[in-house]
């Protein structure tokens, strides 16, 4: 599932609990940015971010 930074800043907690069951590719102006995933532990983690973005910003 894609998901802008816009959509992701207004409707985080539902993409927090999406992510439990599937990855949630976060996007900025079209190019995947970073990945919401769930990890061996069985918990939601942010994977790849690019340096210096500001996806709250």
Known sequence: MNVST????????????????????ITQEG???AR?????RGRVSLEGVRENLRIFG
């Open 36 to 40: 919401l995933t769930t990890n061996h």
């Open 31 to 33: 190019i995947e940015i």
């Open 6 to 25: 816009i959509e992701l800043k207004h409707n985080l907690e539902k993409y927090l609990v999406l992510a439990s069951a599937k990855d949630i590719i």
